[in-house]
């Protein structure tokens, strides 16, 4: 069993949920994103990972869920995510949305690195030092 490379606890709020009392699905996007995030600090904030800049950023180019389990007002969720591929200008996570153990949610997003160049944004080769912290942590 790989080791995720962050693991957060989300307590679900009532605003969360539908009028079927389960979660909304665009909410598990929320829960990963907030994971993204988690790691992304832990790795090191000086990397400016998390950087909206003028002149380099990192939006998403992919974002998927299944959903297996639905998930209800006060459970405690456990988001886990894994760094499944390092490539030269996008990054792959999977993430695994849990309560008690079983697996309510499985999703993947995949990061571009993006420079500006004369005027627009293209993909630009992950920065080294990134690289070889986030490649500490694939699986
Ligand atoms: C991002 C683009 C400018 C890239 O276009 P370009 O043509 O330059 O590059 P490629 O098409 O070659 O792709 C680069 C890279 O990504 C891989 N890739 C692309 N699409 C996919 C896909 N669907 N699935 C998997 N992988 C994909 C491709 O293989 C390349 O990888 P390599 O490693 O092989 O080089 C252009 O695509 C663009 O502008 N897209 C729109 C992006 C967008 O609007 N996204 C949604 C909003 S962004 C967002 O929500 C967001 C959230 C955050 O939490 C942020 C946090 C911090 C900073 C920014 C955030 C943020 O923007």
Redesign the pocket.
Known sequence: MPEPACQIRHLVEFHETDMAGIVHFSNFFRYM?KC??AF?RSLAPDLD????GPEA??????ASCDFRQPARFGQELVIQQFVTSV????I?YRFEILHESTLLAEGKI???H?VRDQGR???S?LPSPLRAKLEAHCS
Not at 49 to 52: F, G, Q, R, S
Not at 57 to 62: G, L, S, Y
């Open positions: 994103e993204e995030h992304a990972y998390l950087k909206v950023t990192w939006p998403r180019v992919h490539r030269r200008s996008s792959h995949v990061v571009a993006v944004f293209t993909a080769p």
